[in-house]
């Protein structure tokens, strides 16, 4: 007997995968108006920022999950560690698409602010399928895991993609967009959350009360070609949220964050998402300082961070 055939007991079986997955903004939000689904039509550029969260799927018996801080100061506040959880519903589709056994405990530890508008629980979703299926051995096809998002969340298809995208329908429809490199972003994080349906619920009411029909949703063209420039200048005048004045209304500090970024000389000011989390496009290290300095002295946030992108989706970071 060779020494191969010696070394042959059969498919590598991993005790435990980790995956790292990154927040998403969106530099253009366009709501259109309600569907018969309870949804709204949109069509969004998201792009994947550097916070992230880390899902570890560790082999088990049964379905289990924990969630906890990934830094000392991030907040894990209100995620539930059930079946409320997306991660864990991303594991129990999964098992029930291969037709395996849903045996895993997931740990969730979270950086992304929670209930922000930056996606965390749907990255954390994303993560749980990209570990799961390496944990398990199912090896799913890139398409296949990304229908499985799409049917657990608007943005669980992006963040399994990553990058900066185009995404229609209700979000999870994604295509790619070239976009320069290396853009900088200072992110406030507010204390407490605002509900997504609230947000989106709050925008059709300012919409009625305004007498505003809203056209079908579209990206700007000035974005798409700006985004290719890479002039920080241009892509700041260029991002856009509709759902930004409904944010600003059920929480009017997000109005007074977004006035002192400006005159703090960020070049683009904007709500990620349905908020409440605040992002400032910026141009270098000094600009970046002076608007972080300020957000932190006006006491309305609880953490200011810097991240860049775009950078890509989830991605298994460690095996053992
Ligand atoms: O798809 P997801 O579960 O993330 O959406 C959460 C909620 O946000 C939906 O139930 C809906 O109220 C609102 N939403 C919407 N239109 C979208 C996406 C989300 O109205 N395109």
């Given at each position: 007997?060779?020494?191969?055939?010696?070394?042959?007991?059969?498919?590598?079986?991993?005790?435990?995968?980790?995956?790292?997955?990154?927040?998403?903004?969106?530099?253009?939000?366009?709501?259109?108006?309600?569907?018969?689904?309870?949804?709204?039509?949109?069509?969004?550029?998201?792009?994947?920022?550097?916070?992230?969260?880390?899902?570890?799927?560790?082999?088990?018996?049964?379905l289990?999950?924990?969630?906890?801080?990934?830094?000392?100061?991030?907040?894990?506040?209100?995620?539930?560690?059930?079946e409320?959880?997306l991660a864990w519903r991303a594991a129990l589709l999964l098992a029930e698409h291969?037709?395996?056994?849903p045996?895993v405990?997931?740990?969730?530890?979270?950086?992304?602010?929670?209930?922000?508008?930056?996606?965390?629980?749907?990255?954390?979703?994303?993560?749980a399928?990209?570990?799961c299926?390496?944990?398990?051995?199912?090896?799913?096809?890139?398409?296949?895991?990304?229908?499985l998002?799409?049917?657990l969340?608007?943005?669980?298809?992006?963040?399994?993609?990553?990058?900066?995208?185009?995404?229609?329908?209700?979000?999870?429809?994604?295509?790619?967009?070239?976009?320069?490199?290396?853009?900088?972003?200072?992110?406030?994080?507010?204390?407490?959350?605002?509900?997504?349906?609230?947000?989106?619920?709050?925008?059709?009411?300012?919409?009625?009360?305004?007498?505003?029909?809203?056209?079908?949703?579209?990206?700007?063209?000035?974005?798409?070609?700006?985004?290719?420039?890479?002039?920080?200048?241009?892509?700041?005048?260029?991002?856009?949220?509709?759902?930004?004045?409904?944010?600003?209304?059920?929480?009017?500090?997000?109005?007074?964050?977004?006035?002192?970024?400006?005159?703090?000389?960020?070049?683009?000011?904007?709500?990620?998402?349905?908020?409440?989390?605040?992002?400032?496009?910026?141009?270098?290290?000094?600009?970046?300082?002076?608007?972080?300095?300020?957000?932190?002295?006006?006491?309305?946030?609880?953490?200011?961070?810097?991240?860049?992108?775009?950078?890509?989706?989830?991605?298994?970071?460690?095996?053992?």
């Open positions: 007997m060779t020494a191969l055939e010696d070394w042959d007991d059969g498919p590598f079986r991993p005790e435990a995968v980790t995956v790292r997955v990154p927040a998403k903004i969106n530099l253009s939000l366009s709501v259109g108006p309600l569907r018969a689904d309870g949804y709204h039509e949109l069509v969004t550029v998201f792009h994947a920022v550097s916070l992230y969260d880390e899902v570890i799927a560790r082999a088990a018996r049964g289990s999950l924990t969630v906890e801080p990934l830094r000392r100061d991030s907040d894990v506040g209100g995620v539930p560690d059930d409320r959880n291969a037709g395996v056994e045996d405990r997931l740990t969730v530890r979270k950086d992304i602010p929670v209930a922000g508008g930056m996606a965390g629980g749907s990255a954390d979703a994303a993560a399928l990209v570990a299926d390496h944990l398990w051995g199912t090896g799913l096809r890139r398409d296949e895991l990304h229908d998002a799409g049917r969340g608007s943005d669980v298809p992006f963040a399994l993609h990553g990058g900066t995208a185009i995404g229609t329908g209700r979000g999870e429809h994604i295509s790619p967009v070239l976009a320069a490199a290396g853009m900088e972003w200072v992110i406030a994080v507010m204390d407490g959350g605002l509900s997504t349906p609230k947000v989106f619920e709050a925008c059709d009411l300012l919409r009625s009360r305004d007498g505003v029909t809203p056209d079908a949703p579209q990206v700007h063209p000035d974005l798409m070609s700006t985004l290719r420039s890479g002039d920080t200048e241009r892509i700041g005048a260029a991002l856009y949220n509709d759902l930004q004045p409904a944010a600003v209304e059920l929480m009017p500090e997000i109005g007074e964050l977004l006035d002192l970024g400006a005159t703090a000389g960020a070049a683009g000011t904007l709500v990620s998402g349905s908020g409440p989390t605040t992002v400032f496009l910026v141009d270098g290290p000094v600009s970046a300082a002076e608007v972080e300095e300020q957000l932190r002295a006006s006491g309305l946030c609880r953490a200011v961070r810097r991240a860049r992108g775009p950078v890509p989706g989830a991605q298994v970071s460690n095996v053992r």
